[in-house]
């Protein structure tokens, strides 16, 4: 038996509304960043202890500042995501959506800072 309206029987939305995609989301940036990591720590390793010049110099390759700028968008949008199931599921009322809208703009905030100091890098 189905508890759905009309309306969300023609849109295909259940009670969870948006929660599949969500689920998605987090289960893509999940496995990207099981793929990414290994190649962040294996190329953020071979930058450790060097001088400033050799850091501009090997992140001014391709692949190393690649990787490090995928990672740190990758991971900062799977911890935007985490957040956010947190806060919908322990904040209420208009604290939640305060919530939601200040985390964002921290992580996604966090992120453009973390890219733009690899683009400075490699460029």
């Given at each position: 038996m189905a508890y759905l309206t009309d309306r969300k029987r023609a849109k295909g939305l259940g009670s969870a509304k948006s929660g599949t995609a969500h689920h998605w989301s987090m289960t893509i940036s999940s496995v990207a960043l099981l793929?990414?990591?290994?190649?962040f720590v294996f190329t953020f390793g071979a930058a450790l202890g060097g001088t400033y010049e050799e850091i501009v110099a090997y992140y001014s390759r391709p692949f190393p500042a690649i990787i490090a700028a995928l990672t740190i968008a990758v991971s900062f949008k799977h911890f935007n995501d985490g957040v956010q199931t947190l806060i919908e599921d322990?904040?209420?009322?208009?604290?939640?959506k305060v919530s939601i809208v200040v985390m964002t703009c921290i992580s996604y905030g966090a992120a453009a800072v973390g890219i733009f100091a690899i683009a400075r890098l490699a460029l």
């Amino acid at each position: 038996m189905a508890y759905l309206t009309d309306r969300k029987r023609a849109k295909g939305l259940g009670s969870a509304k948006s929660g599949t995609a969500h689920h998605w989301s987090m289960t893509i940036s999940s496995v990207a960043l099981l793929i990414l990591l290994p190649f962040f720590v294996f190329t953020f390793g071979a930058a450790l202890g060097g001088t400033y010049e050799e850091i501009v110099a090997y992140y001014s390759r391709p692949f190393p500042a690649i990787i490090a700028a995928l990672t740190i968008a990758v991971s900062f949008k799977h911890f935007n995501d985490g957040v956010q199931t947190l806060i919908e599921d322990y904040v209420h009322g208009l604290a939640q959506k305060v919530s939601i809208v200040v985390m964002t703009c921290i992580s996604y905030g966090a992120a453009a800072v973390g890219i733009f100091a690899i683009a400075r890098l490699a460029l």
